[in-house]
């Protein structure tokens, strides 16, 4: 009877040192987990901070092939962040005609109305397809509307800047 004894009390203390085992590893991995969302929320973030731009000169110009009326606009960097990613910055335009806004979404080729695209990217040589601080390009919006009266441009990471076209 001892033996058996012996016998259960050694399985027990297997089982609670597994148990153990198991619950420090998945609190350690738990950790690891909030911890690497914290570093990569606070990279975000910074990210944020560094990246600006501004709308520096705008205009409007009628376009004869689809009759509506497209928007020509400078933009320039002016914070400390690269902004290369265009597949994600968007342009919401407001037209009074239709009393609406619009979406519009990015285009490497000058597209169909809807759509913006990058029509002068200057003359850098370094980073052609990336707007360094201090750089401009020229953009253009192929509106759906034919009265844009404003316009924001957001990037990936939520920075935006806006106009007011007269």
Same mark, same amino acid.
């Given at each position: 009877?001892? &033996? ?6 050694? /399985?027990? #203390?297997?089982?609670? &040192? ?14 690891? #987990? #909030?911890? *690497?969302?914290?570093?990569?929320? !606070? ?10 731009? !501004?709308?520096?000169? =705008? ?8 009759? =509506? ?23 919401? &335009?407001?037209? =009074? ?7 519009? !979404? ?8 809807? =759509?913006?695209?990058? /029509?002068?990217?200057?003359?850098? /040589? ?28 957001? !990037?990936? *990471? ?9």
């Amino acid at each position: 009877m001892a &033996v058996g004894d012996l016998i259960g009390a050694a /399985v027990g #203390v297997i089982l609670l &040192v597994i148990v153990a085992y198991l619950l420090v590893g998945s609190v350690i991995s738990t950790a690891l #987990v #909030v911890s *690497n969302a914290q570093k990569s929320a !606070t990279l975000l973030e910074e990210n944020q901070l560094k990246t600006d731009f !501004t709308i520096v000169q =705008t205009g409007l110009e009628q376009d004869s092939q689809y009759s =509506t009326i497209d928007i020509n606009c400078t933009i320039t960097n002016t914070g400390n962040e690269v902004i290369s990613d265009f597949t994600h910055m968007d342009i919401i &335009v407001y037209d =009074t005609g239709t009393n609406d806004f619009q979406l519009y !979404t990015y285009s490497s080729a000058l597209g169909a109305p809807g =759509t913006w695209t990058i /029509v002068d990217k200057g003359s850098d /040589v370094i980073h052609s397809s990336e707007l360094d601080p201090g750089n401009t390009y020229r953009i253009l919006v192929r509106t759906t509307g034919t009265s844009p009266a404003w316009f924001q441009i957001t !990037t990936g *990471n939520g920075v935006y800047a806006s106009a007011s076209l007269s």
